[in-house]
């Protein structure tokens, strides 16, 4: 592994922000950049908004933009506050956030604490302890507890999550501590048990301190609400409910690295000139063809085997030719093999 992520060692955010994209990518209601005043759209749309994270808004079909556009909802609040990703878990009742940090190195001591506290935790407890009203839609204003109890969910998970230690391995409490800004998490995750004791709305129901792990009642509601450090693979298993190795993120299984991020970054220029792309062409195909679909299936399921490959790129190019237009080819690219590349990106975020 340390031969394919050396070159992020110089270039955090752009692994960062590839990371993130490929554990949104990883579960169906699992998406990016997720803001507290856009909580309603995301309960409600959560498709459009991963779409909207992953492809931008130039992404969206003109129908999608216009839900996004007309939305019922307003928002009350007096703070916003982002999350990198979240994951709706429907058929547990939950919401799970996470704030990523690459390494237990990365972002400082005073970034690792403003996590918990005046930045983005510390917001989430202020919001819980006074039942502020933060959302309307027609005549009635939701509180955060009352916006999650009406679309039925009974469990509201907030965590930090660090990814790998300094040698790009699972990270650990006890890395964190040798390595890392340990301490700052502790003094945050202090921080945010003094709130909570000087609550007379809230109460802690469980902790471990050592762990920086808490979980909160209300005595008003009937939602649970769990705050905490994850450390590598732990990431994962709160984010998906099933084990997927962190490791596995920094790695493609069909091609190497480079392709996905040529691929990625060709694929963005052309969105923002055209409206679309190969990607969207495709995936929009995708859902108006079964035989594509079972070709796509198929592809995936041979982990990109040159026979599948080319059965799909053929398909296509037979069938749906006009489609894919050459303003959307990149300068000196032939047109099946770039089509190729971009199936195999995909292949790899769909397995």
Known sequence: MNGVTSYYHH???????YIEKKIASSFETCSLDIELSKFPFWL???????????FTQQGLSPDEKKILRTIEWDWLGDRDVSTDVGSI????????????????????????????????????????????????????????PELLESFNIKTFEIYIGVLFDTGDRP???????????????????????????????????????????????LNYSDLKVKIGALYGDEITLKLFRKSLPVSNLLLLRYDDIWLSLLITIEER??????QKNFTTTFLDLLSRDRDLRIKYDAVINSECRETELNAIVVYLLNKYANFFEDKMLPADKNKAEYLADVIQVLCAADA
Do not use: C
């Open 171 to 217: 990270a650990t409490v006890e890395s964190d501590k040798t390595n890392g800004f340990y301490s700052s998490s502790k003094k945050g995750f202090q921080y945010l048990q003094k709130l909570v004791k000087q609550s007379s709305t809230i109460k802690i129901i469980n902790e471990d301190p050592e762990n920086l792990q808490m979980e909160l009642g």
């Open 89 to 144: 878990i429907q058929d547990e009742g939950s919401v799970v956030l996470v704030e990523l940090k690459n390494r237990v190195d990365t972002g400082g001591t005073a970034g690792r604490r403003e996590i918990w506290t005046s930045e983005k935790f510390g917001i989430f407890v202020e919001y819980l302890k006074s039942n502020k009203k933060l959302f309307r839609k027609s005549d009635r204003e939701y509180s955060l």
């Open 269 to 274: 220029a052309i969105l923002l000139k055209h």
């Open 44 to 54: 409600e749309h959560p498709t459009i908004h991963k779409k909207k994270g992953i």
């Open 11 to 17: 270039v955090q955010g752009g692994r960062g922000k």
